[in-house]
């Protein structure tokens, strides 16, 4: 490429990238045009998100050169970048809990007042940036509200329109709809096409393959650290999509399904929060070899209702049976001895510890099976119970003791599952359980659902995604602001009659 083409507004060219054990980029290419949304595509592992890290200046890749608008750049950290016109929303978001809105947005740039030699922050600039920018992108989020306070797709807002504010000419948008409802995913369309018809080009990482088609330009598909091809997406189909980035057709998404409901395991009889505007009398059954799924809009205290049962949140009222006998849940420690175990909706903050090895993070939730009674841990038992379930699970890992940050979210996801199946539960639940992962793990996690229903295990998931709820579902549990809207067996529900009770108390 020379310095006066200007057909594409980024190009990275042969971009290659090793870590230890591993090579995450092998010789991959990629151009994007101005004024266009690039979605980058491929499985848990492919290299999309090193790929994005060289770019941003988190990483500095091996070989390969990197243009914007036709200058050679090479960035050694993100601020570089973001001064040159390159934002990214990542997959995890990390905002300062304790912080508002507004400090989060213009963190590291705040305004300033000066008075002679002292500088203050400008406190009323900040907050009228912010609420401009905010009232720009339709979004109705209060400046001055403390970020912990926040739900997550009101974080996920908060952070596009903190990439916005840069005035990017390029915004990377890693996951930017894992949680969002489906009115808000529109609302994140709209500001998309907005910004394409500024000049402003968008890179959009997306597992939603029905996304992918409907809001991009171009399709690049990479595969195994490999530059698959790139494409115009009207030219693709969701099949073509599958068969590109795995490898292999995969007609169906879902595994075939014979598991058979048994007997009522866990009844939950009007379980309700201790905060009033949680869940309220809730009530179902959970029966051996079943799924129930959950469904709801973000807000309906799905997850809450969970952690309540895991013994992460109080109630003020309500029982839980387990094979006809009361318990009391009052911690994790309570719900383990009574075998359920919960893989947690954000794996980065409640699930995997970023500072140690996979091992470790695998066997750290059944520490006592390993233990002796002197407190001495037998290692060769856990090394065995950890490379069985590293292989059941398929984990991509260079070894067991690689840092388990290191891994793809999808992998990372395996090794949470790996942890709590050591425990031998027989009430798993998983809230969220294939958020940001490719449709290849995908299928290998909803196969694992049937075997362990097909085992006798009863598996509660928590699902955004209606084909998801759906597909591996016995009955789905409807809840609408805090309550049980209804429940639906699998051969009645549907997408419409579940909104309906979705929206039943909105």
Known sequence: MTQNNKEYMLEMLHISKSFPGVKALDDVTLRVRPGTVHALMGENGAGKSTLMKCLFGLYT????????????????????????????????????????????????RYPQRKFGPISLVDHAKMFADTKKLMDDLQMEINPKTRVGELSVSHIQSMEIAKAVSY?????????????LTETEVAHLFRIINGLRAKGVSIIYISHKMEEILQISDDVTIMRDGKHVGTWLAKELTIDLIINRMVGRDLTHRFPPKNNVPAQTLMKVDKLTSTFPKSFKNVSFELRRGEVLGIGGLVGAQRTELVEAIFGLRSVASGTITINDQPVT???????????????????????????????????????????????FINYALC?????????????????????????????QQKVLLARWLLTEPDVLILDEPTRGI???????????????????????????????????????????????????????????????LATQFV
């Open 383 to 411: 090394r065995k119970d950890v490379d069985e379930n590293i292989a059941r699970l398929r984990v991509k890992t260079p070894t067991v003791k690689t840092l388990i940050a290191n891994l793809s979210g999808g992998n």
């Open 438 to 500: 490719d449709v290849g793990a995908k299928f290998e996690i909803y196969s694992l659902i049937f075997e362990l229903a097909n085992m006798g295990k009863a598996v509660i998931v928590i699902s955004s995604e209606m084909p998801e709820l759906l597909g591996v579902s016995d009955r789905i549990l409807v809840m609408s602001m805090g309550q049980a809207a209804g429940i639906l067996n699998r051969q009645d529900a549907d997408q419409e009659k579940i909104m309906r």
């Open 329 to 375: 849940i009052h911690s994790p420690v309570d719900a383990k001895r009574h075998k359920i175990a919960l893989l947690t909706e954000e794996r980065r903050v409640s699930g995997i510890i970023p500072t140690m090895s996979v091992h470790d993070n695998t066997i750290i939730a059944n520490l006592k099976k390993y233990s002796n009674r002197f407190g």
């Open 61 to 108: 890749p091996d070989t390969g050169e990197i243009y914007l608008n036709g200058q050679a750049i090479q960035f050694d950290n993100p601020r570089q970048a973001l001064d040159a016109g390159i934002s990214m929303i990542h997959q995890e978001l990390h905002p300062i809990p304790h912080r508002n809105v507004m400090e989060n947005m213009w963190l590291g």
């Open 167 to 179: 005035n990017s000419k390029i915004i990377i948008m890693d996951e930017p709809t894992s949680s």
